[in-house]
């Protein structure tokens, strides 16, 4: 069996630079990997240029690519958790595993998720003196009917998370054997109260979030998504929420983004800038992922590495005639 030390004079190239990444990030990923002993491109190198491995983020188009950059590469490295600028012709076909970056703000992703839900449910007034009548009138996140869309890291992190303060935690992922979809609706009173998004989006997950769905919340129901803008359908919850005044909106993404905030603006719906991922250690995180990543697959044996890799590896989320 064939090992990855028997390829040398490797090229690695940088296909874009996130807008939030600095050009000092270039200079230091460059010497991490020169000190790896391979070439480095950066995004500034001319479009023909010929390499082995291809660093890409959400921003890359690989339909720029040629017949000839492709069949030579022997791995992409993708340190972001979204995935939607892959077509499935491009990762079915290709030989060189895709690797994904979940881990990098999995975490980060989750913090700012169950941020939001406590600032909803358990959040209290900074008092300027002493309240005699000590009254919060508050409802517990315990007696909430919460329902998690999406089971991969940050589904499970929300899930372990909630498991110890929420009685009633609903779990929606089809692909890992999660059914919990409210069967009923606002008209029998089967309603949840606290939607949490954490799913990837393809063709059964796309605007999910829609009217007919938005029947199961509640009047008062909580929705909070930091996964992709796509999954809802964001006129569906506008009207949502202005029928609805004591309802509660978060969104980090949007189905287009920049978005026009003031456009948007409403009293029960908070909006960023898509940074639930983004924390002043990402760069680093980044750079020791992919020496970690880029060190195993020079050292190990083909099978090998792909087994380590297998849950990130984008080649086995493909389901039937999409990717999930």
């Not at 606290?194 to 929705?223: C, Q």
Request: glycine residues 4%; charged residues 25%; proline residues 5%.
């Amino acid at each position: 069996m064939s090992t990855r030390k028997e390829i040398s004079n490797l090229i690695i190239k940088r296909q874009n630079l996130s807008p939030y990444w600095s050009e000092v990030f270039l200079s230091e990923e460059q010497a991490l990997f020169e000190k790896l002993g391979l070439t480095y491109l950066s995004p500034h190198a001319p479009k023909d240029a010929e390499f082995d491995i291809l660093i890409t983020n959400t921003h890359t188009d690989f339909s720029s690519l040629s017949n000839q950059q492709i069949n030579r590469l022997k791995l992409v490295l993708h340190p972001n958790s979204g995935y939607d600028n892959f077509t499935m012709p491009f990762v079915k076909d290709l030989d060189a595993p895709i690797i994904l970056g979940n881990s990098l703000r999995a975490n980060a992703v989750s913090e700012v998720i169950l941020a939001e839900l406590f600032a909803r449910f358990s959040l209290s007034r900074h008092h300027q003196e002493w309240d005699k009548e000590r009254k919060w009138p508050r409802k517990l996140l315990s007696d909430q009917k919460i329902l998690i869309v999406g089971m991969g890291m940050i589904g499970n992190t929300l899930y372990q998370s909630l498991l110890p303060l929420v009685t009633d935690l609903m779990l929606y992922d089809p692909f890992k054997g999660y059914n919990d979809l409210p069967k009923e609706n606002r008209d029998n009173n089967g309603l949840v109260d606290v939607i949490l998004l954490a799913a990837s989006l393809n063709p059964i997950s796309k605007n999910m979030i829609n009217s007919l769905f938005l029947r199961h919340l509640a009047d008062d129901g909580t929705i909070i998504n930091c996964a992709r803008g796509e999954l809802i359908d964001q006129q569906a919850l506008f009207d949502f929420l202005d029928n609805n005044p004591s309802a509660f909106a978060y969104t980090d993404v949007f189905a287009q983004e920049p978005e026009d905030f003031e456009a948007i603006k409403r009293d029960n719906l908070k909006t960023t800038s898509h940074i639930a991922g983004v924390h002043s250690a990402l760069e680093l995180k980044t750079r020791d992922f992919l020496e970690k990543v880029t060190t195993n697959f020079l050292s190990m044996p083909n099978e090998e590495f792909k087994n380590l890799y297998a849950p990130i590896i984008l080649q086995n989320r493909i389901h039937d005639h999409f990717l999930i």
